[in-house]
């Protein structure tokens, strides 16, 4: 298991009925993905827009579930998977729509974040994305990310896939994506260059059971500049046992 599979340990009050106070560690609402959980993605690997999103958030949020709607509003220690951070408070909000066949997710968040070396200052994530079931075996994923960190250095990402159900148990799935940081923000390469990453995915996932799934992934990477230990591109083939408990 890693971060992507960690667990959610928080205590609740609930009140009113639709609202409630919680305090601890969540999957994170601002990851730019379907789900924090890898089983529970369409896609075998998590992409470039979930790998510079937070993975899980700690803090204190209050939350409205009502129907289809959920709302979040809190409190949160950074963006945990980056290496310098855990320093500075700052808000976030949530907001979910999920609806029969389309379902809406829009998350932000401030934080104070140090890293790589940089001086702390203000960062600001915002990562909208929508699933719509377009038929009963269909589906389709887009979505965007824009994160802004003081007032010089911007970074955007948009990714887009579709997902085919050959039968209850098989699914055959495709992903792309683009990921431009032109003010170096995350320090990818030393010196401050820009760079643009981008990615094609596919993958067969077969359910062995509802909470055990086997998948085979091929995937092709590129980038502007050498930063794949030294190449600009390069394609990997996996095959993952996903589980959740």
């Keep these: 298991l890693s971060l992507h599979d960690a667990l959610p340990i928080y205590i609740r009050v609930g009140f009113k009925k639709y609202w409630s106070v919680e305090a601890g560690v969540w999957g994170s609402g601002f990851i730019g993905q379907p789900s924090t959980l890898a089983i529970d ?13 937070p993975y899980y958030m700690t803090g204190v949020r209050g939350t409205y579930t009502k129907g289809k709607w959920f709302a979040m509003f809190g409190l949160f220690n950074g963006q945990q998977h980056i290496r310098d951070n855990n320093r500075g408070w700052g808000p976030g909000a949530q907001f979910t729509f999920t609806g029969e066949k389309l379902t809406f997710n829009m998350g932000a968040i401030a934080s104070n974040e140090a890293n790589a070396g ?9 990562t909208p994305d929508i699933t719509w079931q377009v038929a009963k075996k269909i589906k389709l994923f887009v979505g965007t990310g824009l994160t802004q960190d003081g007032v010089d250095k911007t970074q955007w990402f948009v990714w887009t896939g579709a997902q085919y159900a050959i039968s209850p148990k098989l699914r055959v799935a495709a992903r792309g994506e683009c990921f431009h940081d032109p003010g170096n923000l995350w320090a990818l390469e030393p010196g401050g260059n820009s760079y643009l990453l981008y990615n094609f995915s596919t993958n067969l996932d077969y359910n062995i059971t509802d909470k055990i799934v086997v998948r085979v992934e091929g995937k092709y990477f590129g980038a502007s500049r050498d930063v794949f230990f030294g190449k600009s591109n390069y394609t990997t083939i996996a095959a993952y046992v996903q589980f959740k408990l």
Excluded: E, H, I, K
């Design 41 to 53: 993605n369409p896609f075998a690997s998590f992409g470039y827009c979930s790998d510079y999103t």
């Design 118 to 126: 940089m001086p702390q200052r203000w960062r600001l994530v915002v």
